[in-house]
């Protein structure tokens, strides 16, 4: 027994118990605009803070120094606290391609299920991504928009070979697990020539989305449906997967799918989480968040569906590649990467 190392561990292991709990601090910060009433203000009490948002001095001189021990805000020494700018901009920024408040939100409602995950590893049951608490779905488009707003226009229909062109021109574009249709709104938002279709099996996410696309004056534009993956119609140009494709029962199916709604030289673009094929390659920060949400999100859910295969959120190219092969597709290439994300380009 090396006593050292095991003290060591100790320390890793509460840390680790100040995380969960950190994440849930931030959650309250968000959703009660703590960190926006601190943004640029400088140094501020708790009484500044709390009169800031109609929130209470004790709760809030509570959660900044909460805040402050994780290192999340500064403390002066003098009872006053301040949100350094470096930190703001992830925390509150959801234009920023640096925001992560979004992958706070969908890790708490990710452990509202705790007990009933624990369960599912007896029953080997599943568990779908609708049966999770709201902040799950809200949380996941927070935590994947930032991204898709900063890359997917600029960067990633770009490095796909000839659909550019064809979007500018006036395409037909599938968004398949379009979720609260975020992805979709920002292709119709990018390019009016095209138009987008939508396509959920959540019931509640595709009226969420249809709501958006009314306030955003898209709806002649974009529409959603409710289908899964393997049920919608339609002949496109481009056929999405953003994040979704792991979460399947049936990926190869999913797949598969696409080639029957491809119009000739279609693509399909599959948007799927970081990830190397070895797990020594996941070792990493994003390896372990990704792998915590697979084992409470994306594996029950895709065994919770017919098929079950479960790729989880790690599935890496090499396995992706072997799905794409089984569904008849002869060629998969990787156009763009970001530390949360990998963008394959598939072809016939």
């Known amino acids: 027994m090396n006593e050292t190392a095991m003290m060591e561990f100790v320390g890793r292991a509460v840390d680790d118990v100040g995380s969960l709990l950190g994440g849930a601090m931030v ?9 926006r009433a601190m943004r640029g203000a400088g140094w501020l009490t708790p009484a500044e803070v709390a009169a800031r948002t109609g929130t209470h001095e ?5 959660w900044l120094s909460a805040q402050a021990a994780r290192g999340y805000i500064s403390y002066g020494g003098d009872g006053r ?11 509150t920024d959801e234009t920023s391609a640096a925001c992560v408040i979004g992958a706070f939100e969908i890790a708490l409602g990710s452990v509202y299920a705790t007990d009933t995950i624990a369960e599912r590893f007896r029953s080997g049951e599943g568990f779908g991504w609708g049966a999770h608490d709201g902040h799950v779905l809200g949380g996941c488009e927070r935590f994947f928009r930032p ?3 900063n890359h997917l226009a600029s960067e990633w229909i770009p490095a796909l ?7 500018v021109a006036g395409a037909r574009i599938a968004d398949v697990g379009c979720g609260h249709g975020a992805s979709t709104l920002l292709l119709a938002e990018a390019y009016p020539a095209s138009t987008v279709v939508g396509f959920d099996a959540d019931e509640g996410s595709i009226d969420a989305a249809r709501k958006r696309a009314a306030d955003a004056g898209l709806s002649e534009r974009v529409r959603f449906e409710v289908a899964s993956a393997t049920t919608y119609d339609g002949s496109y140009d481009l056929v999405c997967f953003f994040d979704c494709l792991h979460d399947m029962g ?5 797949c598969a799918h696409v080639r029957e709604q491809l119009f000739p030289g279609g693509t399909l673009m599959i948007i799927e989480p ?9 070792l990493t920060p994003v390896g372990a968040a990704y792998y915590g949400f697979s084992t409470l999100l994306c594996t029950p859910s895709s065994l919770s569906q017919d098929v079950g295969a479960a790729l989880g959120a790690q599935a890496g190219e090499a396995r992706l590649r072997t799905t794409v ?3 008849g597709f002869s060629s998969l290439r990787r156009v763009a990467e970001t530390p949360f994300n990998i963008v394959l380009e598939v072809k016939p």
């Open 27 to 35: 959650v309250i910060g968000d959703k009660l605009g703590l960190y």
């Open 250 to 254: 049936d990926p190869t199916g999913a």
């Open 147 to 149: 991204g898709y707003l």
């Open 325 to 327: 092969t089984e569904a």
């Open 161 to 167: 070979d000839g659909v550019e062109s064809k979007l």
């Open 58 to 62: 004790r709760y809030v001189r509570e």
């Open 274 to 282: 970081f990830a190397g094929d070895d797990l020594v390659d996941n």
């Open 81 to 91: 606290f301040s949100l350094p700018e470096e930190h703001a901009i992830p925390l």
